[in-house]
Nanobody
């Protein structure tokens, strides 16, 4: 069964950078897309960025230009480079694998805290 494990979160000052990593293990049966989501305290989980199987990317709102999603050639690892971080970027960040008919998998999340 496919497992996703996030890493790279932590505490950073506003204006700083972090790179999140999502490691994929197990046999991927199909890929529609992989994505990063985040959930701030008291808020709903929201899409941050998504990379589709044709390598097209989508970013939510104003994140494009500050955040960059990428992956390795084998879909074994996905990254989220986050620059110019703001206090409002504080959240738990989750990676997501959309396998279409075969379902969606989530990681356990990694915490990002941006201090002022």
């Amino acid at each position: 069964q496919v497992q996703l494990v996030e890493s790279g979160g932590g505490l950073v000052q506003a204006g700083g950078s972090l790179r999140l990593t999502c490691a994929v293990s197990g046999s991927i049966r199909s890929i529609n897309a992989m994505g990063w989501y985040r959930q701030a305290p008291g808020k709903q989980r929201e899409l941050v960025a998504r990379i589709s199987r044709d390598d097209s990317t989508y970013y939510a709102g104003s994140l494009k230009g500050r955040f960059t999603i990428s992956r390795d050639s084998g879909w074994n690892t996905m990254y989220l480079q986050m620059n110019s971080l703001k206090v409002e970027d504080t959240a738990d960040y989750f990676c997501n694998l959309d396998q279409g008919f075969f379902g969606i998998r989530w990681g356990q999340g990694t915490q990002v805290t941006v201090s002022s």
